[in-house]
């Protein structure tokens, strides 16, 4: 399709109602593919597709917005066919908005696979050991060509632990990757007719100095939303919530606040109450596939003998097709013999628990009891003492697990 002009406007953000005991806020933000209300969940299809489900599904579920993966589209099927099928949402058939990642976080996962510069990164495809590059000009290039309603700015993730002067060093060369990203965005035409808006991402690792000047310099650039980035990649849970304490309020408050990778329902809504609005994780897919359920009176292991002969819905305050179709006892058979509809099942089932997690928060705060909404759900889903040493061994075999799986 021939580039049109770039249809302008700042994206349309209206802080709807906030909570009077924390941050937490409802919002609504306007794109070219539909409104997404907050906070909001949003389901990952690293491949274009959620693992398992359909859009149908999705919008059954009440999705608002997915995630595409940057990466892995470009590498298979590759931007000539996206192009050639309209973009990707004409490509999945998902009308809905779509968010893309920049790139950066697969190259922390991946990089035994790859080295980084300040003008760019080359790389070998996990595919077929390719040389590819990446940059802050051809993430941008890429996303354009996805066509996805928000654009990330090409980052940097640290690991953890970082050193200062590491994170001090890797921070230095977003800032710039950023800003080369927003220079370029700024350049770039609609290829598909719809507006196209552009996200920076904070990080800075576990430093809040490093945070700040972060958030600062993201601020200069005028993004249309600002994500965290750079947690749950190995820290200790409680830093993880000291960062997002301190950063979050420092972000523009008239801009979408997206917490990168996070994660468990009760982290869900500890961040919410820290000022957080969009969140992604492969969380419920993955766990979906390897036979977790999450309920509203908490999580279900259905390799467990108890589930053999229970024959109650999974959730019996859930709506989804799932729980009104299916027992435990028959979700168990079906995980326990490796059939592909019980993943399918699953799937269903925890999309659509994680999309009213966020539904069910958003109504609290709008009607003024969040605080009391958010201490009963904490009685099924605690908050975790997290104080634990990092074990480099662990994290490593995420990420080649990571890696195997080509979802993230």
């Given at each position: 399709?021939?580039?049109?002009k ?17 941050l937490a ?15 909001i969940?949003?389901?990952v299809?690293t ?6 489900l ?5 919008d ?19 931007l000539?066919?996206?192009?050639a ?9 998902w ?17 035994h ?5 300040d ?23 890429i996303?354009?060509s ?21 994170a ?48 600062e ?6 993004f ?33 606040h ?8 009760e ?8 000022g957080?609005?969009m ?24 390799k ?14 859930c709506?989804?097709?799932?729980c ?11 995980y326990?013999?490796?059939e ?44 975790e ?24």
């Amino acid at each position: 399709m021939n580039a049109e002009k770039k249809p302008s406007g700042r994206l349309k953000f209206k802080v709807l109602a906030t909570d009077s005991d924390s941050l937490a806020r409802a919002c609504r933000f306007e794109t070219d593919h539909g409104i997404v209300e907050t906070p909001i969940f949003m389901p990952v299809g690293t491949h274009g597709v959620v693992k398992t489900l359909t859009p149908a599904e999705l919008d059954d579920c009440d999705a608002q917005i997915i995630l595409g993966n940057t990466y892995h589209l470009y590498l298979r099927p590759g931007l000539e066919v996206i192009e050639a099928a309209g973009g990707l949402h004409r490509f999945n058939s998902w009308e809905k908005p779509i968010l893309t990642d920049s790139g950066g976080f697969q190259v922390f996962s991946l990089s035994h696979l790859g080295k980084i510069t300040d003008d760019d990164i080359t790389f070998r495809s996990h595919i077929d050991g390719s040389q590819h590059m990446l940059s802050p000009e051809i993430s941008m290039e890429i996303q354009n060509s996805l066509g996805s309603d928000i654009i990330m700015a090409f980052d940097e993730c640290t690991p953890f632990p970082c050193s200062f002067e590491a994170a001090r060093q890797s921070l230095l060369r977003t800032n710039g990757w950023e800003q080369r990203s927003k220079n370029h965005f700024d350049k770039l035409k609609s290829r598909y007719g719809h507006r196209q808006f552009l996200f920076g991402i904070v990080q800075g690792s576990v430093y809040e100095d490093l945070r700040a000047q972060s958030v600062e310099s993201l601020a200069n650039l005028d993004f249309d939303g600002y994500a965290i980035g750079g947690l749950a990649v190995g820290e200790p849970k409680e830093k993880m919530f000291d960062m997002i304490s301190y950063i979050s309020p420092m972000l523009p408050p008239d801009r979408p606040h997206y917490l990168m990778g996070v994660g468990k329902p009760e982290d869900i809504i500890q961040a919410i109450e820290r000022g957080i609005d969009m969140f992604d994780c492969v969380l419920p897919t993955r766990n979906a596939r390897n036979g977790t359920l999450y309920t509203w009176r908490g999580r279900i292991i259905l390799k467990q003998s108890q589930y053999r002969t229970d024959f109650t819905p999974p959730d019996e305050n859930c709506d989804c097709y799932t729980c009104r179709n299916f027992s435990r006892a028959y979700l168990r058979h079906l995980y326990m013999n490796g059939e592909m509809t019980g993943l399918r099942l699953n799937t269903l089932h925890n999309i659509h628990f994680f999309l009213e997690l966020t539904a069910k928060a958003r109504r609290a705060i709008l009607d003024g009891n969040f605080t009391e909404w958010k201490n009963e759900f904490f009685k099924f889903y605690p908050i975790e003492d997290d104080h634990w040493e990092v074990n480099t061994v662990r994290r490593e075999e995420r990420r080649k697990k990571h890696l195997e799986e080509n979802e993230y």
